[in-house]
């Protein structure tokens, strides 16, 4: 019997039965690079020793507001390092879990274009190579298994290089029972594209999570996402420059109220360093955007609108376990649900 099917997760520090994750933040990044950049035109914010201090710390603090365990969705495409992973995760009271994938919204690096099936150079796909090693084996020699998979789409649509990123990950689903979380455009429609796509490769969608949901403006079409049965990502809470929280927050409670809440999750997609959006430029421009913004903004108001301890335990407890430790029950039936929403 598989692990997944043990109803145990993987973390870097080790597998753990799913009820021991606890509050868990399932879209979050330590650090967010390019390892060809770091090495040819350094950042003048990154210091490695500085920044594993810093992520501890802030784990710390995480610990001491109630958190247990995160998801760190940085994948191959945004600069994966899970050695540094491993030191922040050995040092820090919070677990953290890592992530295979790719991410890229349009195209794949020139590799992948003459390697795989009927290229140039025949041969199985090396994405589904990397994927499964990564989940099965462990990332880059370390034995840390990824405990999800990442894929990402955006307003250019599913392109040929992203389904093909989306086919490799629904292989290795199909053979662990691993789930994958996306990326996706909330102002487009390529939520919905995504949950077809990956329908149609014999992934099922409670294995699902549609990221970034939470940020579309279109309250029918986010219906829509939720009754086609994936989870849904509310996890930008504190990202200024993509919407604001007044909106997130009347997004989340409308779905609470029609009796979604067995599928939303709950988190910030915010970042110790990112090369992408660097510190000084997050202060300036979006200072809320902080891995610690739910626990000490968001859960206080959602409280004071009426969401009580039970709705909050489902919200960042059960519903992150059911995703990532692969239980499913009868209960998640869509057709069996009833508001909860008090």
Not at 114 to 132: A, C, H
Not at 241 to 265: K, S
């Amino acid at each position: 019997m598989s692990r997944l099917a043990a109803g145990l997760v993987e973390t870097v520090t080790g597998a753990v039965p799913g009820e021991q994750l606890g509050t868990t933040l399932v879209h979050e990044h330590l650090f967010v690079g390019d390892p060809q950049l770091a090495r040819d035109l350094p950042h003048p914010e990154w210091e490695e020793s500085t920044a594993v201090d810093e992520a501890v710390d802030l784990l710390t603090r995480l610990a001491a507001l109630g958190v247990d365990s995160i998801v760190d969705l940085t994948v191959p495409g945004l600069g994966r390092d899970v050695r540094l992973i491993q030191e922040v995760a050995r040092r820090a009271p919070v677990r953290v879990l890592a992530a295979t994938g790719w991410y890229t919204m349009d195209a794949l690096p020139p590799f992948f274009h003459l390697n795989g099936p009927g290229r140039t150079v025949d041969g199985p796909d090396p994405l589904v190579e990397l994927f499964r090693r990564d989940v099965t084996d462990g990332i880059a020699g370390t034995g840390v298994r990824a405990a999800i998979i990442k894929v990402a789409s955006g307003a250019r649509g599913l392109t040929e290089d992203v389904a093909r990123v989306f086919a490799a990950a629904a292989t290795v689903h199909r053979a662990t029972g691993v789930p994958i979380s996306t990326h996706s455009d909330p102002a487009t429609r390529s939520g919905i594209e995504q949950q077809r796509l990956l329908r149609d490769l014999g992934v099922s969608m409670d294995s699902v999570v549609i990221g970034h949901a939470g940020d579309c403006p279109d309250g029918a079409r986010l219906r829509r996402l939720a009754q086609a049965g994936s989870f849904l990502g509310f996890d930008r809470f504190g990202m200024a420059h993509t919407g604001d929280d007044e909106a997130r927050l009347r997004r989340l409670l409308d779905l609470l109220e029609t009796g979604y809440d067995r599928q939303l999750l709950l988190s910030q997609d915010a970042a110790v360093f990112s090369r992408v959006t660097p510190p000084s430029w997050r202060q300036a421009h979006a200072p809320s955007w902080r891995m610690d913004h739910l626990h000490t903004e968001i859960l206080p108001r959602l409280r004071r609108l009426g969401v009580d301890s039970r709705l909050e335990h489902q919200l960042l407890v059960e519903n992150p376990r059911r995703l990532l430790a692969g239980r499913r029950d009868s209960s998640d039936n869509l057709a069996e649900r009833e508001g909860r929403f008090p």
